[in-house]
């Protein structure tokens, strides 16, 4: 075990801290969903034949789609964890707000970037080489600034908020999802947790959803997991593995 004699724990210790707590995690699934997202557009930014119309199409519309969902998160964050966390200690977030700002910025480098591949043409393959670092930066810095957010920023809630405060956070924000963005973060959480994560995450669900959308869901599971992944998840949730026979 960790152990520090210093009032401020080290980066490392704060990281083990946040690992081994019972307490509520609130950035966890969504930023397993985000990262899940951005590996799969940047190996699709890496792999691109600039001079293909169509590849050029389907990674324009895959860069955008990592973009809106990455400017929808910071709004997200903003709005139900920084603004409540400020309110009782302004310092916490100052460092994150300034990273969302930068965050903002590098959104728009990217789409004008994107833009100038979109196009094609002479220099396709020099605006393709130059989107993809830069898109290799961009993720480079979500990937650290997650990190912090589910540990030093997640610990600075925890000093100023119970558990069912944060949930409520959480809860408000999942309130603002329509069925079609509630089933677009459901599937990249899919692919983005582990076994237990998969089965706690499926028990709130079951929870809170009526037994026909829950089904539905189940039904959407089958076919995003590998089959043993499936199953073994089925089984875990009490329910058959056999296409059609989930029931309440």
Known sequence: MLMTTDAHPTQTETTYRACHTDRLQPYRFIHKALRALMFRTLQQAASLDACDTQERQALTAAVEELL?????????????????????????????????????????????????VAQGGPAARQHAYLLYLELTRFVSENLAHMADEETLLTTALWQHFSDEEIDGMGRRLKATFTPQEG??????????????????????????????????????????????????????????????????
């Open 183 to 248: 089933a677009y973060y459901l599937r990249w959480m899919v692919r983005g947790l582990n076994h237990a994560e998969l089965v706690e995450l499926m028990g709130e669900a079951r929870a809170a959803m009526p037994p026909a959308v829950f089904a539905g869901t189940c039904d959407m599971l089958r076919y995003e997991l590998p089959a043993a992944r499936w199953t073994r998840l089925a089984r875990a949730l009490g329910l058959p593995p056999v296409q059609g026979l989930v029931t309440a």
């Open 68 to 116: 809106q969902t990455c400017s929808d998160h910071l709004s997200h964050e903003n709005t139900f964890f920084h603004v409540p966390l400020r309110e009782r200690a302004p310092r916490a977030v100052m460092a994150f707000d300034d990273d969302h700002e930068e965050h903002v910025r590098g959104i728009e480098r990217l789409r004008r970037q994107l833009g100038l």
